[in-house]
């Protein structure tokens, strides 16, 4: 059965087995209807399939009459960047983000430079019945310009941000063990931290676009890079995934900083500096609260994924939000997941702070996160989480995205999977072991459900 992965965000596939060109050619005409006329910025990850994907997204925009920028190779940030910065209608960036080398994928933003919302995204799907229409003739067609400054725009932008002090990072001098897995992160984090004065060991920044291993940035696929940083007596390991979203650090002793601590000691720093609201989703560390809570400062949580954390985002005027996967969104330079954003952050705040990334590690509240999921056969998942809720409606519940359950020692995070017969299960507690087995435990009771 073909894959193709249809979400608020674009469509996501197996090139060749879902993700074929027929498919690319009709919703990217259903999104260059939902778009209309202007011009639409087009990026890329790097891997092998992008430019044959490219080719067919950009020839059919064109088609449409929509006139194209070609950014080139770049992160998904620095889409969603130009697409203010260049006032466009719309930006499309092909990349299926830490997913292998068989993948890609088209993320679709809106004018705004973010990802749709869901009322734009179901707006956008309504148009595919008649996407194979509407397009133009010969001489209305649109035109195609290739833009080299988009990088430049973006990390230009990220050197820019208030609070953050170049000079004085430049004199640090820190020594960053980088790791970009071959993917869009090779064009533009060795610049970024040259620009910054820091000695860069690069591994796998190579412009080839095939992942040299499982490209999600997480302990088991970092083996390699755990290795490199204990072997060059680095400050700091930074570890992006092919797109350039996530945010990943090691420690100086080759440990994990841990995906969900990206986004906590972005918190705490951007609230030491500026007092105000976090977003964060669901599934997202309970840590976030205790500093904000230290700042007198409040949380918000949103359903996972990025476009529904932005939502809540504007609607509080948060000053910062993200994502417990290593995602850092600071609305002083775009509404997105960017790790560009996140690395300098990381480096104003080890330069403050004067200690290691083992010290600063220890100064963030200290949890454990197990994820796990558990196959549910042919039972509805919908009338499981349903009963859960009725079995814990007198505890605190939040019911926005499956539901998650905040206890005193815990909270775990239940929800069900649009594409697997499975639910998902985020418990976190003070340690690992407490962590997994309170999802044993939860696991228990969807057992009896089932």
């Known amino acids: 059965m073909p894959t193709l992965m249809v979400s608020v965000s674009g469509i996501r596939g197996i090139v060749g087995d879902g993700l074929d060109p027929n498919t690319l050619v009709k919703y990217t005409s259903a999104y260059a209807d939902f778009c209309g006329n202007g011009k639409i910025v087009v990026g ?54 830490h997913n292998p080398n068989e993948w890609n994928a088209l993320k679709l933003l809106n004018s ?62 820190f020594k960053v063990l980088l790791d970009c897995v071959n993917g869009a992160g090779s064009y533009v984090m060795p610049q970024l931290l040259e620009k910054l004065g820091c000695e860069v060991i690069s591994i796998n920044c190579e412009k080839i676009g095939v992942f040299p291993r499982l490209p999600e940035p997480i302990p088991e696929n970092l083996t390699e890079t755990m290795k490199a940083v204990k072997e060059n007596n680095v400050d700091v390991g930074v570890i992006v995934d092919p797109d350039v979203d996530r945010l990943v650090l090691l420690t100086e002793k080759g440990e994990p900083f841990s995906e969900e601590n990206t986004i906590a000691q972005a918190v705490r720093f951007v609230l030491s500096k500026t007092k105000g609201d976090v ?6 560390t309970r840590a976030v609260d205790d500093l904000a809570k230290a700042q007198n400062c409040n949380v918000f949580r949103s359903p996972v994924g990025e476009a529904n954390v ?17 995602g850092v969104i600071y609305p002083e330079l775009h509404y997105g997941r960017d790790a560009l954003v ?6 104003q705040q080890l330069l403050e702070f004067g200690g290691t990334m083992s010290e600063l590690k220890n100064e963030i509240p200290s949890y454990s996160i197990a994820k796990k999921k558990i196959e549910i056969g042919n039972a509805d998942p919908d009338e499981i989480v349903n009963k859960l809720i009725e079995k814990y409606s007198s505890a605190k519940i939040n019911t926005d995205d499956g539901l998650r359950i905040d206890l005193e020692d815990h909270w775990v995070h239940l929800r069900k999977s649009n594409t697997e ?5 985020i418990a976190e507690s003070d340690t690992m072991e407490k962590a997994e087995n309170y999802a044993e435990k939860y696991f228990a009771e969807i057992k009896e459900l089932i």
């Open 44 to 97: 890329s990850d790097g891997r092998i399939s992008g430019n044959m994907v490219k080719n067919i997204v950009i020839g059919t925009l064109l088609a449409k009459g929509n006139d194209v920028v070609d950014i080139g190779v770049c992160p998904t940030p620095t889409v969603l960047f130009n697409v203010n910065k260049l006032s466009a209608v719309g930006g499309i960036q092909i990349s299926a983000s």
């Open 421 to 425: 017969p499975i639910i998902r299960c």
């Open 310 to 326: 932005v939502k809540i985002m504007k609607e509080v005027n948060a000053v910062i939000g993200g994502e417990g996967s290593g």
């Open 112 to 173: 705004k430079g973010e990802f749709m919302t869901p009322e734009e995204n179901k707006e956008m799907l309504e148009l595919l019945e008649n996407a194979d229409s509407n397009y133009k003739k010969w001489n209305e067609l649109g035109t195609l310009h290739y833009y080299n400054d988009g990088l430049i725009n973006h990390m230009n932008a990220v050197l820019s941000l208030k609070n953050i002090d170049v000079e004085g990072i430049k004199k640090r001098k």
């Open 279 to 284: 977003v964060v989703n669901l599934s997202t």
């Open 342 to 347: 996140g690395t300098v952050i990381l480096l």
